[in-house]
């Protein structure tokens, strides 16, 4: 693949798991899919590429766009298989889907390789206060929208369907909202995200519709039974076009991948009603954790203390 000339615009993408990305388009009509996703990401544009040695983990996506290319031959390409380089291949806008499926394939070359890294790509709203994130997670048609435009200050909804949940070279999970890109089908009122707000994910909550508002901490096996159908629904394009033990390889990589977040990140089922003030039992939930992790760590250098002075 020919590098992109250094005067070319570059859509710049950087994310938590310390991925930087830049983003070229290889013809026209490309160069006007990859201006849009920029605009709904909120993404920097320049007109220099980044020397490779200045970022470890920098990959490069050239976008183009081939009359011939079907849907069905389309896959998401791992850019670490390729020397940080991929070659996104879109069928033209007018092709079934239009602009909407190309910007959802075009964000999965981005959530693959976060999968790569230990992250995995969550059906669920991201929500902010106090500068940590939690997740709404649910299957579609749940509330998950409705729930995050109800949420009173200081809360904050960062977005409202999907979240990118990334691993960083220390371990530690960060959310980065994603976009809701179900509102670019069939000229929809489109929108921006600011992807690269990300914050430290200190919360899941699996929404479930109730009378009443009450929340439950579950263990890390069900709650990787809870959100396979999440993660299933916010990446089910990422398998087309791959070979039957390359399909295998993926989910496996996505069930390992949950397991590891679950058993850092405390997972709860929400009971959400219509009208009750459901972000008091996530208050109270979280509040919960810190004084469990609080306690842990005073236990553990209490152990400490005992096993020295012995």
């Not at 605009?39 to 009359?67: F, K, W």
């Not at 960062?158 to 890109?181: E, F, I, M, N, S």
């Not at 250098?301 to 020295?308: F, G, I, P, R, W």
Request: charged letters at 20%; proline letters at 5%.
């Amino acid at each position: 693949m020919h590098q992109p000339p250094t005067q070319e615009v570059l859509h710049n993408l950087v994310l938590a798991d310390g991925s930087r990305w830049e983003i070229a388009a290889g013809d026209e009509e490309a160069a006007s899919i990859v201006s849009q996703l920029g605009c709904a990401m909120q993404l920097r544009m320049t007109t220099d590429a980044i020397e490779p040695s200045h970022y470890g983990n920098l990959c490069r996506l050239l976008v183009q766009v081939d009359a011939h290319t079907s849907i069905a031959d389309c896959y998401v390409p791992l850019a670490s298989e390729n020397d940080g380089i991929v070659v996104c291949i879109l069928s033209p806008c007018d092709h079934w889907g239009g602009p909407h499926v190309n910007l959802v394939r075009l964000s999965l070359v981005f959530a693959r390789e976060a999968q790569a890294r230990g992250g995995v790509l969550v059906h669920g709203a991201l929500a902010e206060r106090g500068g940590m994130g939690v997740i709404l997670a649910a299957p579609g048609g749940t509330g998950k929208t409705t729930a995050s435009n109800r949420l009173p200050a200081p809360w904050h909804s960062l977005c409202d369907d999907t979240t990118l949940v990334v691993r960083d070279p220390q371990g530690k999970y960060w959310a980065h909202p994603w976009p809701t890109w179900s509102r670019f089908l069939d000229g929809g009122v489109g929108g921006t995200w600011e992807v690269q707000n990300a914050v430290p994910l200190k919360g899941i909550f699996i929404l479930t519709r109730a009378i009443e508002d009450r929340v439950k901490r579950v263990g890390s096996g069900h709650a990787v039974s809870l959100l396979g159908e999440c993660v299933r629904q916010a990446s089910m394009f990422m398998p087309l076009g791959l070979f039957k033990e390359d399909v295998h390889a993926l989910y496996l990589e996505r069930f390992n991948n949950l397991c590891a977040l679950a058993r850092v990140v405390p997972a709860h089922v929400l009971h959400i009603s219509l009208t009750g003030a459901f972000w008091q039992k996530i208050e109270q939930a979280l509040e919960e954790g810190d004084c469990e992790e609080t306690q842990g760590a005073i236990g553990k250098n209490a152990s400490v203390l005992k096993s020295q002075s012995a």
